[in-house]
């Protein structure tokens, strides 16, 4: 089963893209969205486990997203793992940062339900699948 | 899945009406800040969070109009977080507007309707007219020796934070923090509240290199005015290292390329006058709430209150339970079953129990604080005090007072007509004022506590008081009393007539500003959740309000009561004592039944002859006096008998009964009979305000 952290700190978006990611399945397994509120439920969350994809906001109080997404690639278990950034940011800085820092795709809100799903299956798919099932 | 669901929709709802709320307090600090010449980032920021999120919803439902508002105001608070405009109280004054056109985009999307697209025009012109932000502020000033690493994650606000801290001055810190992942939270904010005292926390990079897997590091990017060994004095442990960030030397000022690092040279360059965020207050700067905390998130559940109204009802119908229980035992006992009857009641009594705490917790759960109410009344004296000119200031205290979240809906569109009428006819013009010696600002207190079951609300304001003179001659133009009954009115009664349908304060007042609200509405409209409206004023001084309500609606604690054979229910609240009726000590006072009770005149009303119902056959040997209390006003209600207390459920009575002045609804007691609920706000206040001594007809309301 494919597993994807979903951090995002309005309880709102995290119902709407989990809407969006229902009845989306890698192959023939669904995916399994495990949701953190903030930067730090996150960190929280990221040993626990391997991950397919970690979708986050990019302006959360405290540790924000680029944050997350820079402490991912220097992980040294999760590297590899794929960062879509998703934020309602006005200007296209964050975004540009976002993409330097090695974020793999960068959703503004609003979006639909299938570009978040496409631009997710895009990179679950790509993703090399190093970690054993189990 | 393509269309988030209904359930999804609600939460939009909710989730919108909360963020604008916050948005509100928001404003209401930024403008008390303002105020005395302050400024306060974190609250810009928190503001522009909350447009930030909300467009962001409306974009994932759809609601055009929100969006777009959403949109316009993001734009604005954005220029003004990273200070490139000003803030003043013409764009406060903007946004507080938008908060009125949010809650009327809300209002129509929740119900369905066109959304308000000229309120959102209207508001939007005026954003136009604000005209544009000054240019981009020039890339950051690196003359900190800060690792790239940490400057390639900062979001455009923080680098702002950043650049303003620089510029004003300020040290830059380097906090090493280790902490253990299942206690970050705690951590974090211990962390957050000792170093607010001291600056700001810029941002918070994981370092990802921790000692073991359960830790995490951090670095804490900090910017104080004070220096290393104090910091290291007040956060400085075996899990926080701190270390300046060293100043680079200074890059060739000849290259031309970086602005000299002189801060007040710099920021003069970089924003018109006023715009810079002055840190005078900014020690504050993260003392105000922190955004929405994780906890809220995970520790607490939005709850429709139907779904509790429904539990309210279940635990009525156990009280029902429990008096079957009750009587169970009794017959047991009479049948000679001792044993048995025992063992029931010894049931009953663990039954009891349980279900008073099941009602105390479900009770806990509705009762939410006044200052959710308070809050948008402290908007309310902004824009009037605005409009009509006159510099107010509102105290609030008791703001977390908790009552029934029924009454907290119902109870402020009568505080905001109370508090309108205080600022419109009770504060004087400020040339007035200064002549009676008062300062020229005027002071309307708003004071909440709760008192026993009460919960009591004060609007007290330091202005003219109410003009009895003018009050009378009024109440006698229209009619509602003669010269010779005003003639005998005590005064605590005269001020009374204010609540008479047909006068306005602003009669009394002779000001004709138009807002006059009738205090009979404001007074029914009180009395629908319970409320009583006691009011002192002394003229010159002020006038103070006092609203008595009832902590909850739901479930009300009764004294049963039996007149003409039949049992009527009486909130316990309103009751102060019960004592034998003495039919010697009858007098009549101004046509008016009384007795004496410790010295004191008590005005005495019959129950059964009020409502109309024939006397109970045969001689009552002995009948009772049930003493009611509310607010100020005191009335003894002669019954045939008292058969106890109960808590009960009060239900509505049908349609067509339900104007029925006088009670307030039916309920089913334990042994299963119905008792009619006795309205007591609106029974004392017929009978008291009645000048004539018939019977009060029992009537549909006009």
Known sequence: MARVLLVEDSEVTRAYVRGALSGVGVGSAPLEVVEAESGFAALRLLPRGSWDLVITDVNMPDINGLELLSFIRQSERHRATPVLLMSTQTSGRDRERGLALGAVGYLSKPFTPEQLRDEALRHLSAAPDERGHG | MVDPGDRAREEFFTEAQEIVETFSRNLLSLDATLKVGGDDPALVNEAFRAVHTLKG????????????????????????????MPLSPAVLDILFGSVDVYAQILDAERNALDPPAQAVDELCRRLDALGGASAEQPSLVVEYDLDPGMLAVLTEYEEHRLRTNIENGRGLYRLRVQFDLSTIDRALEE????????????????????????????????????????????????????????????????????????????????????????????????????????????QTVRVDIKKLDHLMNIIGELGIVRGVLARLSERARSDGQRQLATEILRLHRSFDRRLGDLRDAVLEVRMVPLGQVFDRLARVVRQISRDVGKDIRLVITGAETEIDKLIVEELSDPLMHMIRNAIDHGIEAAAVREKAGKPPAGTIALNAYQKGNHVMIEIEDDGAGIDEDALVEKAIALGRISRVDAGDLARHDLLGLIFMPGISTR???????????????VKTNMAKIGGVIDVHSERGIGTKMTITLPITLAIVNALLVRA???????????????????????????????????????????????????????????????????????????????????????????????????????????????????DSASLLEDVLSATDTGPLEVAPRG
């Open chain 2, 564 to 678: 003409a054979g039949q049992v009527f229910a009486l909130a316990v609240s309103h009751v102060s004592e019960a004592i034998v009726f003495d039919r010697r000590g009858l007098r009549t006072v101004e046509g008016r039944e009384v007795v004496s009770l410790r010295g004191q005149t008590l005005p005495v009303c019959r129950l059964a002859e009020h409502l109309g119902l024939p006397e109970g056959q045969g001689p009552a040997p002995r009948r009772f006096v049930v003493v009611m209390a509310l607010g100020a006003r005191r009335l003894g209600l002669v019954v045939d008998a008292v058969l106890g207390q109960e808590d009960i459920v009060i239900k509505p009575l049908g349609p067509s009964l339900s104007d029925v002045r006088g009670l307030s609804g039916a309920t089913e007691l334990g042994d299963q009979r119905v008792a009619l609920v006795l």
């Open chain 2, 57 to 84: 919803l409306a974009g994932l439902f759809g609601a055009a109009q929100l969006g777009l508002l959403s949109h316009r105001l993001e734009d604005l608070l954005d220029a003004l977080r990273l200070g490139r």
């Open chain 2, 191 to 298: 962390i957050k509240e000792r170093a607010k005292r001291h600056g700001e926390i810029i941002t918070y990079l994981p370092t990802g290199e921790s000692a073991s897997p359960d830790t995490i590091e951090l670095d804490l990017l900090m910017a104080s005015r004070d220096d290393l060994a104090t910091l290291i004095g007040t956060l400085g442990a075996d899990n926080v290292v701190i270390e300046e960030v060293p100043r680079r030397r200074r890059p060739s000022l000849a290259a031309g390329t970086v602005p000299p690092p002189d801060p007040a040279g710099t920021l003069l360059s970089l924003a018109p006058p006023g715009a810079r965020l002055e840190p005078a207050t900014s020690d504050d700067v993260l003392a105000v709430e922190p955004a929405r905390s994780i906890k809220a998130v995970t």
């Open chain 2, 507 to 521: 009669d009394v007042a002779g000001d004709l500003s138009g807002r006059g609200v009738g205090m009979d509405v």
